[in-house]
């Protein structure tokens, strides 16, 4: 069954590092994916939402108070009554057995998080666990791409399935159209064998990526490292097609003399970053990040376009060479400490940590070639930042940069409820690393303010718990849901 990562506690030194020159070396001309650049994210004009550089009426306007980005948790929350929202409402049909769904969203203000919430009155009661609720795999302007199991008929593949909604709902030009929930097909893997017999292929949580392209059209990757170095498996779809595409032996490219990355032996996706509208970012953070250009061919025919090239990139920190598993706590998680981050200034980077005990903020420069350390802060400096004392002096975890403000940065904190007060509060910060303040707190679960009814609140509280020890998705929402939908405070 897939599971994500949850956070058992591990941290590495950090240090900036400088990634290799460029240089032309692939046989399918690599240039497209040799730059990438804040300008990418305004390549094609987003319906529905908000330009990266916001107009002077925007600007100017006090009566907009609505952030265009939200923070998902990763498991949604259950609601069953079909009631919705009557803005972010979308509904399909499962596979196993046509049960009827619907999707919408429970939105809220960062560092506040947002949850995903599905109705689904014919499917399992929601205290079966963690299998009975949605898992968000990614999410990228308008669209998200979620997981929903029928536990009663897993491990068959064919009851795990997948679904992107869309709040745009196929928008065209100047007009708003209600959101939708388009189903995936089914993956099938087959060997190299011509003997081998197709079988449905359960996708990796973290692995999978979600890139939106312009309008109705997205793009849904997930790689799978081989045993071969330096080249990998791309399962493909695009959407308006009927089947998944299967792309073997992708090579991937380094800039330092020509030669692809030297081993991926010991290669474990983290987490998957769209950018702008041509990019999707594999992250390792124990080994750097593989960056591909999904969409550098005719824009006439999604299908058609060529293969994705693919380019290895070192991040800021000291990698992890060899085996990284531990024999007590295994690969440990990553993502508690470090975060890839796509904003509307760029690529931005943030390590912390535990063992110096400091906070460090890092910019991708446009040419790719080096990273800048931005800002640091120290444990010590962010306690001293809440002069009222709420908030407990523990490690910050789960860094999430605002996507608007580039030297702004969200973190989870909370005690280990486990042991020694079960009841510890959880909260949420947001803190301006540069200028070195507290911008905001808040309790993590907010249960007491939100929902309709005693029972959404316990929803909504049942699958923010769910989601500790899990990364959080930073994306961009239309701005009519910000205003129409986002919560009061």
């Not at 666990?129 to 029928?150: D, F, K």
């Not at 980077?349 to 890092?362: A, D, E, K, R, Y």
């Not at 042991?419 to 959880?426: D, G, K, L, N, V």
Request: net charge positive; aromatic share 8%; proline share 7%.
């Amino acid at each position: 069954m897939p599971t994500h990562r949850r956070y058992k506690g591990a941290s590495r030194r950090s240090r900036s590092v400088r990634s290799p020159s460029r240089a032309d070396v692939s046989h399918r001309d690599p240039s497209p994916a040799m730059r990438i650049s804040p300008t990418d994210l305004m390549e094609v004009p987003s319906h529905g939402h908000r330009r990266s550089k916001r107009s002077s009426s925007a600007s100017s306007s006090s009566a907009t108070p609505y952030p265009t980005w939200v923070i998902l948790n990763r498991m949604g929350a259950r609601r069953d009554s079909f009631h919705g929202d009557g803005t972010t409402s979308a509904a399909s049909c499962t596979s196993a057995g046509s049960e009827e769904i619907r999707v919408s969203f429970h939105l809220a203000k960062p560092p506040r998080t947002s949850l995903l919430v599905l109705d689904w009155p014919q499917g399992p009661r929601p205290s079966e666990g963690t299998t009975s609720h949605p898992h968000v795999i990614a999410a990228h302007r308008s669209a998200v791409l979620l997981e929903i199991i029928s536990p009663a008929k897993y491990p068959r593949q064919r009851a795990v399935d997948y679904f992107v909604y869309d709040a745009n709902g196929n928008a065209s030009e100047g007009v708003r159209h209600p959101a939708s929930l388009t189903q995936l097909p089914v993956c099938y893997w087959k060997g190299t064998s011509n003997a081998d017999i197709p079988r449905p292929r359960v996708m990796g949580r973290e692995s999978m990526g979600l890139l939106s392209c312009d309008k109705d059209l997205f793009i849904i990757a997930d790689l799978e490292t081989r045993l071969q170095p330096s080249a990998v498996n791309i399962y493909l779809f695009c959407s308006g097609s009927d089947d998944w595409r299967v792309l073997r032996g992708v090579p991937i490219w380094d800039d330092d003399d020509g030669h692809g990355v030297s081993d991926l032996g010991w290669w474990s996706t983290d987490a998957v970053l769209p950018y702008g509208r041509r990019f999707l970012i594999w992250v390792d953070y124990l080994r750097g990040m593989i960056i591909a250009n999904m969409v550098h061919g005719s824009e006439n025919d999604l299908q058609q376009r060529p293969v994705p090239v693919l380019r290895y990139v070192p991040l800021p920190v000291d990698p992890v060479l060899g085996n990284p598993y531990h024999g007590d706590y295994g690969r440990g998680c990553p993502e508690a400490t470090r975060s890839l981050c796509a904003t509307n200034h760029g690529i931005k980077f943030v390590s912390v940590n535990n063992t110096h005990g400091n906070i460090t903020l890092f910019s991708l420069l446009e040419n790719n070639q080096t990273w800048r350390e931005d800002a640091t802060l120290d444990f010590a400096q962010l306690w001293d930042l809440d002069s009222e004392n709420r908030i407990p002096h523990v490690k910050p975890k789960f860094p999430v940069v605002d996507m608007e403000h580039p030297h702004v940065v969200c973190f989870l904190l909370n005690k280990d409820r486990h042991f020694a007060e079960p009841e510890a509060a959880t909260w949420m910060i947001k803190v301006h690393m540069k200028k070195k303040i507290l911008l905001d707190i808040t309790d993590y679960s907010y249960s007491n303010k939100v929902g309709r009814s005693s029972s959404y609140q316990k929803s909504y509280r049942t699958a923010r718990e769910m989601s500790e020890g899990l990364s959080f998705i930073s994306t961009e929402m239309p701005c009519y849901l910000s205003a129409e939908t986002m919560e009061r405070h």
